[in-house]
Nanobody
Framework: EVQLEESGGGLVQAGASLRLSCAASGFRFDEYVIGWFRQAPGKEREGVSCINNSDGTSDYADSVKGRFTISSDSAKNTVYLQMTNLQPQDTAVYFC?????????WGQGTQVTVSS
């Protein structure tokens, strides 16, 4: 069974950093793309970053480029999202995601709240 579990969210002040973790299980981690998405209250879910575990390539939304870094640890089947210089507009529930054999999987999400 494919499972994704996020952790690492919290309440921080503007300018602070957080590292989110997405622990994956139930599939061959090294073969798939893992993405981070976020959803703020009253807004649609948006893509933040993704990493292709088969070749290590990654991508970022323009809004987080230069502030967020995605990485992957295949030994731990975990993808990380290092977030620096957090701003109030980064406040959202953050989800990780993968797409495998025609089906999309989501974790339960972790709340990130940034106060000004």
């Amino acid at each position: 069974e494919v499972q994704l579990e996020e952790s690492g969210g919290g309440l921080v002040q503007a300018g602070a950093s957080l590292r989110l973790s997405c622990a994956a299980s139930g599939f061959r981690f090294d073969e798939y793309v893992i993405g981070w998405f976020r959803q703020a209250p009253g807004k649609e879910r948006e893509g933040v970053s993704c990493i292709n575990n088969s070749d290590g390539t990654s991508d970022y939304a323009d809004s987080v480029k230069g502030r967020f870094t995605i990485s992957s640890d295949s030994a731990k089947n975990t993808v990380y999202l290092q977030m620096t210089n957090l701003q109030p507009q980064d406040t959202a529930v953050y989800f990780c995601n993968t797409f495998r054999r025609g089906q999309e999987y989501w974790g339960q999400g972790t709340q990130v709240t940034v106060s000004s």
